[in-house]
Nanobody, 121 residues
Framework: QVQLEESGGGLVQPGGSLRLSCVAS????????MGWYRRAPGKQRELVAT???????NYADSAKGRFTISGDNDRNTIELQMNSLVPEDTGFYYC???????????????WGQGTQVTVSS
């Protein structure tokens, strides 16, 4: 099972920026997709952005135009550049990695421990 190491969270004022990074440990399996999810106070965990190994991206509507996700397949790392942050972006952000079990169609989900992002004046 892959281990995910997250960094970059913190406190920022509205309108500011943060850059989240996540690196996946070496694994016997192939990572097919990575991304970020978040859980805001009083809300369920929701998708922020994902990127596949082929480079296809998916964003939450609230993130479009403000957030950019990128990845490096060789290092199994992703970054989430978050600009124009608003208080509604506050939450616990979790790195996510989907692995393909060997060469089968079986997919496995992996989650990081999470990092706090707080947008407040």
């Amino acid at each position: 099972q892959v281990q995910l190491e997250e960094s970059g969270g913190g406190l920022v004022q509205p309108g500011g920026s943060l850059r989240l990074s996540c690196v996946a440990s070496p694994s016997e399996h192939s990572i097919t997709k990575m991304g970020w999810y978040r859980r805001a106070p009083g809300k369920q965990r929701e998708l922020v952005a994902t990127i596949t190994s082929s480079g296809a991206t998916n964003y939450a509507d609230s993130a479009k135009g403000r957030f950019t996700i990128s990845g490096d397949n060789d290092r199994n790392t992703i970054e989430l550049q978050m600009n124009s942050l608003v208080p509604e972006d506050t939450g616990f952000y979790y790195c996510y990695a989907e692995e393909r079990y060997h060469s089968t169609r079986i997919l496995m989900d992996n989650w990081g421990q999470g990092t706090q992002v707080t947008v407040s004046s």
